[in-house]
């Protein structure tokens, strides 16, 4: 099966469409777990145990972990998540020309799918679309301000280059492994954008932080019963807040018995809490 077979499946397994960004900040990870071998290792495994029962895929921004020790709390983190049976896309929004581009490609003999820049055109994309077991995301319609500066542009055609994107990405998957990355905060261009291209699977970000539209990040960026939409910080760093809270009641109250862990519940309860929210307005 290719990855949105799989996807398909674990969408279906966990009645869920939640994709778990694993971005471990090291200035945010817990005191306690600095201790450890790998920090960021540590604390996605306390993440996951406490989240996967919600997560349709686990999404770590490569950004989090390009350094020696971070690349090996990575390798740790996806072969955990795949003993779980959570398939794992990097996002890493790679794309270049010619070996520079097939070494990139290599990060899919670990993780099951992976973003990508289209900035280069088809043959930057070639090796990663040309690998049928895994999902190519291709960088779209982002939710960040300044991603209108380029992605809004008028093309002589009459269209913007983000609609011109995805036009050239429903022409690539030819391997039905293709899908789009489209920002959840602005709806109205997800509708527009699912109409052109009925069949991709979208990854919807900015949903959790950002303040995205729930609704119509599952209305519109499901093909099928099939895509993704993510919460990064505001799952793993749910426990910020209830910790604050916590040490607020704890000067007042009896000392209680703290295992550190309160951070992990609090991720597993945000995903709970998002997996709900987004089921209301899946069919």
């Given at each position: 099966?290719?990855?949105?077979?799989?996807?398909?499946?674990?969408?279906?397994?966990?009645?869920s469409?939640?994709?778990?960004?694993?971005?471990?900040?090291q200035?945010?990870?817990?005191?306690?777990?600095?201790?450890?071998?790998?920090?960021?290792?540590?604390?996605?495994?306390?993440?996951?145990?406490?989240?996967?029962?919600?997560?349709?895929?686990?999404?770590?921004?490569?950004?989090?972990?390009?350094?020696?020790?971070?690349?090996?709390?990575?390798?740790?983190?996806?072969?955990?998540?795949?003993?779980?049976?959570?398939?794992?896309?990097?996002d890493?929004?790679?794309?270049?020309?010619?070996?520079?581009?097939?070494?990139?490609?290599?990060?899919?003999?670990?993780a099951?799918?992976?973003?990508?820049?289209?900035?280069?055109?088809?043959?930057?994309?070639q090796?990663?679309?040309?690998?049928?077991?895994?999902?190519?995301?291709?960088?779209?319609?982002?939710?960040?301000p300044?991603?209108?500066?380029?992605?809004?542009?008028?093309l002589?055609t009459?269209?913007?280059?983000?609609e011109?994107?995805?036009?050239?990405?429903?022409l690539?998957?030819e391997?039905?492994?293709v899908?789009?990355?489209?920002g959840?905060t602005?709806?109205?261009?997800?509708?527009?954008?699912?109409?052109?291209v009925?069949?991709?699977?979208?990854?919807?970000?900015?949903?959790?932080?950002q303040?995205?539209?729930?609704e119509?990040?599952?209305?519109?960026?499901?093909?099928?019963?099939?895509?993704l939409?993510?919460?990064?910080?505001?799952?793993?760093?749910a426990?910020?807040?209830?910790?604050?809270?916590?040490?607020?009641?704890?000067?007042?109250?009896?000392p209680r018995?703290?295992?550190?862990?309160?951070?992990?519940?609090a991720?597993?309860?945000?995903?709970?809490?998002?997996?709900?929210r987004?089921?209301?307005?899946?069919?």
């Amino acid at each position: 099966m290719n990855f949105f077979d799989r996807l398909h499946d674990r969408i279906r397994t966990v009645d869920s469409v939640v994709s778990v960004g694993l971005d471990p900040d090291q200035s945010r990870i817990p005191d306690h777990l600095a201790e450890h071998d790998l920090p960021r290792w540590a604390f996605n495994r306390r993440i996951i145990d406490a989240t996967h029962e919600h997560a349709a895929a686990y999404k770590p921004n490569a950004a989090f972990y390009e350094d020696p020790d971070g690349w090996r709390a990575l390798e740790e983190t996806i072969a955990y998540a795949h003993g779980k049976d959570v398939p794992v896309l990097l996002d890493a929004k790679r794309a270049d020309i010619g070996n520079t581009t097939r070494q990139y490609a290599q990060l899919l003999e670990t993780a099951d799918a992976i973003t990508v820049n289209p900035y280069m055109g088809r043959d930057s994309l070639q090796p990663f679309l040309s690998n049928e077991e895994a999902g190519v995301f291709v960088l779209c319609r982002t939710s960040n301000p300044g991603g209108a500066d380029v992605q809004d542009l008028e093309l002589e055609t009459g269209e913007a280059v983000y609609e011109r994107v995805a036009a050239l990405a429903d022409l690539w998957n030819e391997n039905d492994n293709v899908g789009l990355v489209v920002g959840a905060t602005k709806p109205e261009e997800l509708e527009d954008l699912r109409e052109q291209v009925p069949d991709l699977p979208f990854l919807v970000p900015g949903v959790g932080a950002q303040g995205g539209d729930a609704e119509a990040a599952v209305e519109y960026g499901l093909a099928d019963g099939v895509g993704l939409v993510n919460s990064s910080r505001g799952i793993i760093f749910a426990g910020e807040d209830s910790e604050a809270q916590s040490a607020s009641d704890s000067r007042a109250a009896e000392p209680r018995d703290d295992d550190g862990e309160e951070f992990a519940k609090a991720s597993g309860q945000a995903a709970k809490r998002l997996k709900k929210r987004l089921n209301q307005y899946r069919d």
